[in-house]
């Protein structure tokens, strides 16, 4: 394994130096990885718009994650979590390298880059999730996505978090088949827990009774 470059990590325990993110950069939360060895090959410096290979594509059970903010990074590591094969992109190469120091599958570049979306693996997905909330973002993935799906005979599930609802028609024409506003993930979520508190308060006082 080859040492981080001096300014990406420092050295943390046991020997293993671990990225240090800053300002903009990612926060990852240890409590939401399982640590994996970082992969021999990292990620580079600079503006990459090329992703590597992804050699551990197989079948159509990939999970390809567009984006690695505070949402795309929960999405990916409860993807991992449940032992389904995870791929990332994402144009910051300071994310990149954290993520494959914890053992993701993750590529540098910009996923409107139909060249990028096929060298990450989206030949073998299942799944495609858009993370982002930039609209212009998000219809220059749909597009390249689109054109692989007619040139690669393809045809993953491709899902798009987009921040207002105005924007889901758009983006269901564009071709995803599911387009989710931040508001309604946020208060599905909050009915789904208070739905299994309510289970979980009645069972306890069916216990006391």
Not at 40 to 47: C, I, M, N, T, V
Not at 121 to 130: C, K, L, M, Q, Y
Not at 161 to 167: F, K, P, Q, T
Request: aromatic share 4%; net charge negative.
């Amino acid at each position: 394994m080859r040492e981080v470059r001096e300014g990406h990590a420092a050295g943390e325990g046991e020997g293993l130096a671990r990225p240090r993110l800053e300002g903009r950069q990612m926060r990852l939360r240890l409590e939401d990885v399982r640590e994996g060895e970082a992969p021999a090959d990292q990620a580079g410096e600079g503006d990459m718009t090329m992703a590597r290979g992804n050699p551990n594509v197989g079948g159509q059970g990939l999970y390809l994650v567009l984006g690695c903010g505070d949402v795309g990074f929960a999405v990916a590591s409860r993807l991992k979590c449940r032992d389904v094969e995870v791929a990332v992109i994402e144009r910051e190469a300071s994310k990149v390298e954290a993520l494959m120091w914890r053992g993701y599958a993750a590529f540098p570049g910009d996923f409107g880059s139909p060249e990028v979306l096929k060298s990450a693996g989206i030949g073998g997905a299942g799944a495609v999730i858009i993370t982002v909330r930039d609209f212009p973002t998000i219809k220059r993935a749909l597009n390249a996505i689109g054109q692989l799906k007619a040139q690669l005979g393809i045809s993953p599930l491709v899902l798009a978090l987009v921040s207002d609802e105005a924007e889901v028609p758009e983006a269901k024409r564009l071709g995803a088949d599911e387009a989710l506003p931040s508001s309604q993930i946020l208060a599905d979520f909050a009915l789904g827990r208070l739905e299994e508190l309510k289970t979980k308060t009645q069972s306890k006082r069916n216990s006391l009774s």
